[in-house]
């Protein structure tokens, strides 16, 4: 970082950029001597650091309006939040979405991930280079750049656009002529469809609103069945709540599959007054798309199942902390929180009942890690997004160091069916070690790509039938997105549920399954999933940042008809031994099922 930048000044328009996120400088803030900020915190102590968790959104307000994070603004914002300038460089260089080098005005981009390329994004993008240039070239007030999965895997393609001055908005299917006209200066003003293909059918539970409800408005929720759940909670007491869902055995939805019930009671039993609750919507696995369908189809029933979760473990705030990527989720669930809250179904006296909870967005802005919970607590608290060693667990210190309960948009989705339905009979559903209902996000090569909502136990085949079937001839499956393992045609009939996969060493992960025909290149798409890990690397641990490097040259060097197998098992053992969180451990997995599976050859 030069020099310099510490003594860069802001325009009036950074300012203004920044202090509508932090409100007007107090009449006495003289906008002091940044550079001195150590010694002042050192004086002050937590005080100092109090505004501290306004970072992120403090420079996700600055590029939202300039369209870059520059000198002078962040300057600024150190000056404001009393935080050291090298600290605050180092976050804002550690997401995707923020950007400290100058750039144009009209940033799009491009997915270019597995189910993307699964289907066929790949012949969009060389329509695009021969229209536009190449990835990365600045054109006058525009430019293009290939990026990670943003979450519309059901669309085949997809790409974000970020226009300083204007909302952030999605296209999806994005053919290279709608991201030409992107780049013009064009933004279009519709929303990507939801991609629930069974929107409106009977018998489904977390996608029963989903297509038929407005989502935008508060008393359809309430006609359809929202918000009894809470007045439910509200007269069974904190106590029969928790109670019901550790009947109901509920399994998180995010990936570790780790109980509910044992979260929420760890949690409410811990003598601290102060505790939090945080819904995990930073959904950035590949190949997934579950809960921004929950999100855009149902945003009410997520702020409604926070609200009871805050209720039972006796939390008064609570955080959405959502990627980037979704602004369309962002705006429903902004709304939703608004009108929640004149209703008198959040703030100071919820229902009339004397509890209070509230809930505030926090945007990522394109860190695949800020998923692992510790690290989206360090996100939220205005530090870099790395991990965090665990134990202590976020139920006895997490967020701000207090009690926190963590769950992912679908699993708090089942919490209100949980209430209304009964903790027993929630656990009488499914397979014994898998309760409930599952979304599953398919992409890739069928023909109805899109969340589907069944029973646990239903088989691969059968999920595949109800998407319309595969196109073309069946080459491979990868179950668990990036993270997950390709399985052979044999295991389609295996059923889907926590322990059946576990005896085949699968996993559910997030729920993603990119189906791959013989026509695709299987060799790119396994060299993209290495990719993927070692760009989402937070680099804290050498493990993870050296060995996802490491794997992809290996992987490209075998395609140059080098024998890389020996280097690559020792790679994943290294991995998947000390790795300090899940990104490293698994960071191997695809490859070395691919290569178990017959679709690489060392």
Known sequence: MDIKFMHAEATDAEKSAVDAVLGAPDSGWDGGDHSRADDRIARLGHDARSRRDELLPALHGLQDRIGW???GGLNYICRRLTIPPAEAYGVATFYALLSVQERPPIVVHVCDDTACRAAGVMEIIEDLESIAGASGNADGDSMWLTSPCLGQCDKGSAAFIQSAGAPNRVIAPSPATDIVSALAGEIPSTAPSLGAPQAGSAGLQLLRRVGVVDPWDLEDYRFHGGYAALRMAVHMGPAAVLREIKDAEVRGRGGA?????????????????????????????TGTFKDRVLMEGDPYAVIEAMTIAGYAVGAEKGY??????????????????????????????????????????????????????????????????EPRSKP?????????????????????????????????????????????????????????????????????????????????????????????????????????????????????????????NTEADMGAAVRRVAAFFRDESCGQCVPCR?????????????????????????????????SICGLGQLAAEAVQSAFELGVLES
């Open 69 to 71: 994070i520059s000198e």
């Open 257 to 285: 599959a780790f109980p509910a019930g044992i979260k929420w009671q760890g949690a409410a039993s811990h003598p601290s007054r102060t505790k939090y609750i945080v819904c995990n919507a930073d959904e950035s696995e």
């Open 546 to 578: 050296v060995g996802t490097v490491r794997q992809e040259e290996a992987l490209a060097r075998m395609e140059a008809g080098s024998d890389e197998r020996a280097v690559l098992d020792d790679l994943a053992m290294v991995l998947r031994d000390a």
């Open 392 to 516: 202590p667990f976020p139920t006895d210190v997490g967020l701000f160091g207090e009690p926190t309960v963590v769950n992912n948009v679908e699993t708090l989705a089942n919490v209100p069916l949980i209430l209304m339905g009964g903790g027993p009979g929630f656990a009488a559903s499914g397979t014994g070690g898998s309760n409930g209902t599952k979304l599953f996000c398919l992409a890739g090569a069928v023909e109805k790509p899109g969340v589907y909502e069944v029973p646990f136990g239903t088989t691969i085949r059968e999920l595949l039938d109800l998407a319309g079937g595969v196109r073309g001839e069946l080459h491979a499956i990868l179950v668990g997105g990036a993270a997950g393992r390709f399985l052979p045609i044999s295991r389609l009939d295996t059923p889907l549920t926590f322990e059946h996969l576990r005896d085949i060493k699968g996993t559910l992960g997030s729920g993603a399954i990119m189906v791959f």
């Open 320 to 385: 959405l902390y959502i990627r980037g990527e979704y602004p369309v989720a962002e705006e429903l669930l902004a709304n939703a929180i608004t009108k929640a809250r004149a209703k008198g179904l959040l703030g100071s006296d919820v229902l009339g009942s004397g509890f209070a909870f509230d809930v505030e967005i926090r945007r990522g802005a394109g860190a695949y890690i800020c998923g692992e919970e510790t690290a989206l607590f360090n996100s939220i608290e205005g530090y870099r997004g």
